[in-house]
């Protein structure tokens, strides 16, 4: 998740980090026990979260090109687990072009695991969905948004 500093709009991306401040990829806001605002030097409750919209298919027969490499791409599921990949092709990482997250939702909208990615990492993961009636995954892109495969079935 982003996070913004209503004083100054510096941005805190749990995915990324703050090197400046010492903070790995990974770690979240809530997390942090001394966290203030590197810019301003604003407390922690100054933060808000970036709610981005959730972008999907318009129509899943035919993907236009943002999609084919932003949507995650099943590539292995069963009744455990289900393996995939962002992207049709697999989706660039570079450092300033990349697949920051991955998040599993239930079918109540709920984080049920969430997975960051380092830039030198291929996005391509595995989440456990046994215990799941239905599942999300939606991925973000540091400059694209967030894409989701929309509400699947666990068959």
């Excluded at 001394?34 to 318009?58: G, H, K, R, T, W």
Aim: charged share 30%; hydrophobic share 35%; net charge negative.
């Amino acid at each position: 998740m982003r996070y913004f500093c209503t004083d100054c709009s510096h941005i805190y991306d749990e995915a990324i980090g703050d090197p400046e401040m010492d903070f790995d990829a990974g770690v979240k806001i809530d997390e942090l026990t001394e966290f203030y605002c590197p810019n301003c030097e604003a407390s922690a409750d100054m933060f808000q979260p970036i709610v981005e919209e959730v972008l999907y298919a318009e129509d899943p027969e035919y993907l236009s090109w943002a999609e084919r490499e932003h949507i995650p791409h099943i590539l292995h599921r069963d009744d455990k687990e289900v393996e995939f990949s962002i992207g049709q092709e697999v989706h660039v990482m570079w450092d300033d072009h990349r697949i920051t997250t991955a998040v599993l939702y239930d079918e109540y909208g709920d984080v049920v695991e969430e997975h960051f990615f380092s830039v030198d990492e291929d996005p391509i993961h595995v989440f456990h969905i046994e215990d799941l009636d239905s599942f999300e995954i939606q991925a973000s892109c540091n400059q694209h948004g967030v894409w989701s495969t929309g509400m699947i079935e666990n068959t």
